[in-house]
């Protein structure tokens, strides 16, 4: 069974400082990995995705993961923190075996701080 | 529309009461999911509507949580007898067909959302 941890439900950083938003996953299959942001009052937004091509994703807003299998790890980084960056964050795997149903963590939450 | 709707935006309800949530997804996406995120929880993924497949209920929490897809487009999210631990935000999602893992398709695209308050 697919399953997805985020390791941390509160991150908090200064603004221009970097940010690392960990995720593990468990999958018995080759996983698509997605990371979605969630603004306060706002839909969710797909950061960006993994699907078996390059291990380093580049996404929107300055974001980037990196997908390491020996690790079953796909952390999410950017180089320097904005205040627009505070939202809620959702490390996502795709279950083939389910018909690519759509498993979410537990989200982590980023505080931005002047 | 562009986007996934949902209706109605707020629904506050008694205990006991039923409640029908309404989602209209993007024209052309044949997979629609249910969600919900309670309140300090993530997303709990409820329903999962492909195509013309059975849709994977695997995720109702209890035998009171029912949906419906007609035609392949719009859903309708079933709550008989609420609770108030039914309360919180229900998301519907679609997407195009994923299909295959690795499939550049598996974007998806979210609604606003329902927040359903059982009093």
């Known amino acids: 069974a697919q399953s997805v941890t985020q390791l941390d439900s509160h991150v908090s950083v200064s603004e221009g400082t970097p940010v690392l938003l960990r995720c593990n996953y468990s999958s018995s299959y080759s996983p698509s990995l997605f990371w979605y942001v969630q603004h306060p009052n706002k839909g969710l937004q797909l950061l960006l995705k993994y699907t078996s091509a390059a291990t380093l994703v580049k996404g929107i807003n300055g974001f980037e993961a990196e997908f390491k299998k020996s690790e079953t790890s796909f952390h999410l980084t950017k180089p320097s923190a904005h205040m627009s960056d505070a939202a809620e964050y959702f490390c996502v795997v795709s279950d083939p075996g389910g018909y690519n149903k759509l498993i979410f963590g537990a989200g982590t939450r980023l505080a931005v701080h002047p | 529309g562009a986007g996934v709707s949902q209706s109605p935006s707020n629904k506050v309800t008694e205990k006991g009461k039923d409640v029908e949530l309404r989602c209209d997804p993007i024209s052309g996406h044949t997979a629609l999911y249910w969600y919900r995120q309670s309140l300090g929880q993530g997303l709990e993924f409820l329903i999962y509507f492909q195509g013309n497949s059975a849709p994977d209920k695997s995720g109702l929490p209890s035998d009171r949580f029912s949906a419906e897809r007609t035609g392949g487009s719009v859903s309708t999210l079933t709550i008989q007898r609420t609770q108030q631990e039914d309360s919180a935000v229900y998301l519907c999602?679609?997407?195009?067909?994923?299909?295959?893992?690795?499939?550049?398709?598996?974007?998806?695209?979210f609604g606003s959302g329902t927040q359903l308050s059982v009093l």
């Open positions: 999602a679609s997407s195009l067909r994923p299909g295959q893992v690795g499939a550049t398709n598996e974007k998806l695209f």
